[in-house]
C-alpha cells in the first residue's frame, strides 16, 4: 500500500510540473492543437504482386478525413494512396520549441499501414514514423521542421485493390460505413493535427499532459 501511495504521488507531481511547464512558456491548452483537417492531395500509386509500384497518379484534391475506396478487385492489384498537404507551426510555437518544447503530428486513425513524412523549405521529404492498425490514436515527432509538407502514405492488408476511384464516409460508431465492407477502403479515416508538448510528456488515452 505504501509503494502504491508513492507511485500515485509521484505520478501526480509530474503532472503538476508539466502543466506548470506548459503554463511557464505561455500555451494554454486550447492553443495547443492545430487542425489539419480539410483538403490534401491525393496521388495513388498501384503494382501488381512481385512488381515495382507504378508512378503516381494525380487525382486532386480530396477532404480529410475520408476513406478512399478501391475498386476493381479482379485487376490484383495492391493499390497505395498519398496524401499531401502544406503545414506552417505558429509563431508561438516556435518560441516554446526554443525553450524544449516539441510538436507531434496526431492521427486519430489511419486505414491501414501508413507512412508519414515531413519536409521542410528543402523540398525533401523524411520518413517521421510508421503504423500499422485501424482505428487507434498515434503521433510521430515533427522534429525540427517548422514548415513545409506533410505526406501520408496509406495502404490496405491485401492485395487485389484495383484503380481508386471513389471517395466514401465512414460514419457508424465503429467508424466504417457498412456499405464498404469487404471493399478495402484506405486512408486519413478521423481527425489530424499537429499539437505542442513539453520536453517530457505523457499520453493517457487520448489526453496529453
Known amino acids: 500500500m505504501r509503494v502504491e501511495t508513492q507511485c500515485r504521488s509521484v505520478v501526480m507531481a509530474i503532472m503538476m510540473a508539466l502543466s506548470w511547464w506548459g503554463k511557464a512558456v505561455g500555451a494554454a491548452p486550447d492553443a495547443r492543437e492545430l487542425l489539419l483537417d480539410g ?14 509500384w507504378s508512378p503516381p497518379v494525380d487525382r486532386g484534391d480530396v477532404e480529410v478525413p475520408g476513406a478512399y475506396l478501391p475498386l ?3 485487376q490484383n492489384r495492391e493499390t497505395e494512396v498519398v496524401l499531401v498537404r502544406s503545414f506552417s507551426v505558429p509563431k508561438e510555437w516556435r518560441e516554446a520549441c526554443a525553450k524544449g518544447a516539441r510538436v507531434l503530428v ?8 501508413s507512412k508519414v513524412e515531413a519536409s521542410g523549405t528543402d523540398g525533401v521529404f523524411r520518413t517521421l514514423g510508421e503504423h500499422e492498425g ?22 490496405d492488408l491485401r492485395e487485389g485493390a484495383g484503380q481508386l476511384t471513389e471517395q466514401i464516409e465512414r460514419t457508424t460508431l465503429q467508424g466504417v460505413d457498412p456499405t464498404a465492407w469487404g471493399k478495402n477502403p484506405c486512408g486519413i479515416v478521423e481527425s489530424v493535427r499537429l499539437r505542442l508538448v513539453g520536453p517530457v510528456y505523457m499520453q493517457i488515452g487520448r489526453a496529453h499532459v
Open 39 to 52: 483538403r490534401w492531395q491525393l496521388s495513388v500509386r498501384q503494382r501488381a504482386p512481385g512488381t515495382d
Open 106 to 113: 496526431e492521427f486519430d486513425a489511419v486505414d491501414y499501414r
Open 134 to 155: 485501424y482505428f487507434g490514436r498515434f503521433a510521430v515527432q515533427l522534429g525540427d521542421i517548422m514548415e513545409g509538407r506533410i505526406k501520408v502514405s496509406a495502404w
Open 72 to 74: 476493381n478487385d479482379k
